[in-house]
């Protein structure tokens, strides 16, 4: 840090002091008990919690969506450590940077015995040999890495760092956990918006902890801009008050209430219905309430998200097409928008609506994750590893790629591309998890096992190669 960054931050500070700063920044917590949300990994039992509160941090990789806090935890780390904090932004910052970070870790390190964390966010922005530079010095702890991102740090984050790294994965903050953040910075006259005397409705702290999608930037943002662009109440009881309405909240946030009833309540039970009625096969109901939801300013990327939920949920592979068509639509209606919009979403939603159901996806997954709970890491079968894998770890007589002396039977080396072989580990060999139904194409699915004589725990009985071949 040169004398202007240090100037920079400690003007920064002064600001956030005297409420000059920008609400979401001055509302960050300082401590670990002030952070909102995030209790599956921050909450009091869990290991991040007691890792920060011991000052015992190794280095870890904070991902999710915008306005979950990855910052926040980040300040508070650096707020409670005995360690040197450090931060850089992968957006601005580059290997001279990084360089600089190093050197100086390691004096601290070689003079004072003081360990040193280094803060990166929008770690995914550094190419791979900026992330590569970091290595030797994550490994040999002369820096305590912090990463943080918005994308899923498997598909960004070289794999080496990744591996020196425990990684926590932060959710949208729900609407409680929102509506706490609201109420905090109309009322708190240090760090909020107190000194401004503002009050807000109920029914605009619903309308906004909902609409946030659990951002709590774009809430607080929407409060501040608020706050100072809304003249006091002129007379009344609360003469010399802020009055902050839907209507504000609203035109702050850019979006607009659903109005479907006064309270709301009405907007959970429109989305139901609409469901439901793509579930029973009533394309009339669909775009009623594609209609419905629509001149209530519903936003479309929801409704678009419901179809694609019920095309995988409720018709499955019943109809594989249903769910393509649900994406496309998704994709179409971002790129189209309103009017043309209602189009796109009533073909999908109607497409959805006339297709056959079936549910059997959905039971498969939720039996075969109840299983896995249940058995564990079960050993995968000899036959079914990778046999490269095996071979750089020093296996012997592992065979080639088809499985050769391995036990491993290639499918298309056998009439019509299948062969009988056990899949699943041997704990739960006889497990059935998918049944097909009678429905649309699983009948097609269900006719193609008994062509080819696949056999599982008793079901599907069917003649075997030697009686079909040469019949299909």
């Known amino acids: 840090m040169d004398l202007f960054d240090y100037m920079r931050e400690q003007n920064m500070n002064r600001q956030n002091a005297r409420g000059e700063g920008p609400l979401a920044s001055r509302l960050r917590p300082d401590t670990l008990d002030e952070i909102v949300g995030q209790e599956h990994i921050i909450g009091k039992d869990k290991l991040l919690y007691r890792a920060i509160r011991a000052d015992k941090l190794g280095s870890v990789i904070l991902f999710g969506p915008p306005g979950t806090g990855k910052t926040t935890i980040a300040r508070v780390i650096a707020n409670t450590t005995n360690a040197d904090f450090k931060q850089l932004n992968a957006t601005t910052a580059g290997k001279k940077d990084m360089e600089e970070v190093v ?35 994550v490994e040999d702890g002369t820096v305590t890495l912090i990463g943080a991102t918005t994308e899923n740090p498997f598909f960004e984050v070289n794999r080496a760092l990744i591996s020196r790294s425990r990684l926590f994965e932060l959710k949208p903050l729900s609407a409680a956990n929102i509506r706490t953040l609201i109420h905090r910075a109309v009322e708190d006259d240090k760090k909020g918006m107190g000194m401004y005397r503002p009050y807000i409705d109920d029914n605009a702290v619903d309308f906004l902890s909902d609409i946030a999608e659990g951002d709590a930037r774009a809430a607080l943002n929407a409060i501040e801009l608020a706050v100072l662009t809304t003249d006091p109440d002129p007379d009344g009881p609360n003469a010399g008050r802020i009055h902050l309405t839907l209507d504000i909240m609203q035109e702050c946030i850019q979006k607009r209430a659903i109005g479907y009833d006064k309270d709301g309540n009405n907007h959970y039970d429109t989305i139901s219905a609409f469901i439901k009625s793509m579930r029973g096969s009533d394309p009339d109901a669909a775009a009623y309430y594609v209609a419905r939801m629509l001149e209530a300013g519903e936003d479309i990327k929801f409704i678009a998200r419901r179809i694609m939920i019920c095309a995988s949920e409720d018709v499955g592979n019943a109809d594989p097409m249903a769910l393509v068509v649900a994406v496309n639509a998704s994709l179409a209606v971002e790129r189209v928008g309103l009017p043309e919009a209602r189009i796109i979403l009533t073909h999908a939603a109607t497409y959805v609506a006339c297709a056959p159901k079936s549910n059997a996806v959905v039971m498969a997954i939720d039996k075969a994750q109840e299983v896995v709970r249940r058995t564990g890491n079960l050993p995968v079968p000899v036959y079914l590893r990778d046999v490269h894998y095996e071979a750089d770890r020093g296996g012997e007589g592992l065979g080639e790629f088809r499985g050769n002396g391995t036990g491993y039977k290639y499918a298309h080396d056998y009439p019509h591309n299948y062969v009988d072989q056990q899949y699943l580990p041997d704990a739960v060999k006889d497990e059935v998890f998918y049944e097909p139904s009678e429905n649309g194409y699983e009948q097609d699915i269900r006719e193609n096992f008994r062509k080819i004589g696949r056999k599982k725990n008793g079901t599907m009985e069917q003649p075997g190669f030697e009686e079909l071949h040469g019949k299909i």
Do not use: V
């Not at 100086?104 to 015995?113: F, I």
């Open 103 to 137: 050197a100086e870790a390691k004096q601290n390190m070689a003079m004072y015995a003081r360990k040193t964390i280094l803060f990166i966010d929008e770690i995914h922005r550094f190419n791979k040999a900026q992330q590569d530079y970091l290595l030797p010095f």
